[in-house]
């Protein structure tokens, strides 16, 4: 029977995706493993493995179709010795099987010439089946028979092409074996359902204010920017941020890291992110009511520290995250920011990648960026914004002294986290990156 592919949920918060591209087109053989299609999330685009084989009979999902629910139908597999119009029978087969709470008005058709209508008094039963010849039946009909030990060949079924469906099945049960009862035909669908969805065209504004503008050039929204657009939107809305922001000397985290570089045998490069990342983790292990998430129940207050850092990829941003970062080195951090951020440029990260957070960082320090204030991430409680370390004159004892200063600042969610405890973080945050032995231990 004709199997349907339906859109997976590709994470326990996906309730539509988009689909991005169909790498299988109607008609190829496909093996179980094959690469079906291209599934766009809110994240990132996945690919789509077959779970069973067969021919691909129907695509009913267009690529470039956005928002489409999960577990909604997007293909049609045939199987062996299948053909396209056995999906056109399975159509009118749960058709006419669908209580009638269920039914679909349809407005009958238009009819071209004049064709005398039988009265119909009861339904021919289909002439029981030469052995060895196919047997159709819907999925529920054939599962009904196998839990009540019916045979299928005993059956006499009304659907179209004498095709069994389930009120075949439970009659034969309620009329037992010997007698199976036959139902008044009903009538057949004038024409199978149309279920192949078009993607929309993109539009833009309807404001008259576009006409006075220059000519511009229209992107549609992907799955990302919508998600982008949706989530800092309510998280600017909903959530009282306040900020704090701090300028750290970075003379001696800078020495170290060019000491742990040059160290012979070393298979690192160790970044200034790298050791920030840290930082805020064990800055955070001091401080854990910063670690902490608003609920309309109560105020989470995690036990670990999963940084999520945030990487700026075509189209959007995603947040990779670093788990457990309080309790692994430089090193093993230093690895897992480069892979991941590699794998985030692909789009090739998993759901469990970036999702499940406690805290983010935002660097733009690399882009010359002295400061800036970021949006919190919901669900999580707090972010820390990096501006680039520059030369700066500084006092010191008295006296003006040349420095590397880099200023950061913290943005916090007023409903779970006080001011007291921000600036306590910030306080210790300072003092290990000016210190940065305290990485060490």
């Known amino acids: 029977m004709p199997i349907q592919i339906l859109m997976p949920a590709l994470s326990p918060t996906m309730t539509e995706g988009g689909l991005a591209k169909w790498l299988k087109q109607e008609g190829d053989v496909v093996d179980s493993g094959d690469v079906l299609c291209e599934i766009e999330t809110d994240k990132a685009t996945m690919e789509v493995e077959a779970v069973d084989e067969g021919v691909l009979g129907k695509i ?22 299948e053909s396209a119009g056995d999906i056109v029978a399975e159509a009118q087969a749960e058709a006419v099987s669908a209580p009638p709470a269920e039914a679909v008005s349809v407005a009958p058709p238009t009819v071209t010439a004049a064709v005398p209508s039988p009265t119909v008094t009861a339904a021919v039963p289909s002439p029981t089946p030469a052995p060895g010849e196919r047997i159709f039946a819907s999925p529920l009909a054939k599962r009904l028979a196998q839990q009540n030990g019916l045979e299928l060949a005993q059956i006499a079924g009304s659907g179209p092409r004498g095709r069994i469906v389930k009120i075949d099945v439970e ?16 009538t057949p669908a004038s024409a199978a359902p149309t279920t192949t969805v078009v993607p929309p065209a993109p539009t833009t504004s309807a404001d008259p204010i576009f006409a006075l503008m220059p000519e511009f050039d229209a992107t549609p929204h992907t799955g990302m920017r919508k998600a982008i657009a949706k989530r800092l939107t309510e998280s600017a809305r909903d959530i009282p941020h306040f900020n704090i922001s701090s300028d750290i000397e970075l003379d001696n985290l800078l020495a170290l890291r060019k000491d742990l570089n040059e160290r012979e045998g070393a298979d690192y490069k160790l970044s200034v992110n790298d050791f920030i990342v840290k930082a805020v983790a064990l800055s955070l292990k001091r401080n854990p009511d910063c670690n902490a998430a608003f609920t309309d129940a109560a105020v989470l207050k995690f036990q670990r520290v999963d940084i999520s850092i ?39 990260l998993q759901p469990e990648e970036y999702q499940g957070g406690t805290f983010t960082i935002s660097n733009l320090g690399m882009f010359g960026v002295k400061s800036f204030n970021s949006i919190i991430n919901p669900p999580q409680g707090g972010i820390i914004s990096v501006g680039a370390g520059e030369q700066r004159a500084v006092v010191k004892d008295g006296a003006l002294a040349i420095a590397t200063v880099m200023s950061i600042t913290l943005a916090v969610d007023h409903r779970c986290i ?13 003092a290990i990156l000016e210190d940065p032995i305290q990485l060490m231990l």
């Open 418 to 430: 006080d001011g007291a405890p921000a600036a306590a973080m910030m306080k210790d945050l300072k």
């Open 310 to 348: 945030a990487v700026a990829i075509e189209g959007g941003l995603i947040t990779p995250i670093v788990k457990d970062a309080g309790g692994k080195g430089l090193a093993t951090i230093s690895h897992e920011i480069k892979a991941l951020a590699g794998k985030a440029r692909d789009g090739k």
């Open 171 to 186: 009659a034969t049960i309620a009329a037992g074996p010997a007698s199976p009862t036959v139902m008044a035909a009903p």
């Open 60 to 81: 009913l999902i267009a690529e470039g179709t956005d928002g489409v629910a999960v577990n909604t139908p997007i293909a049609i597999l045939l199987e062996e010795g």
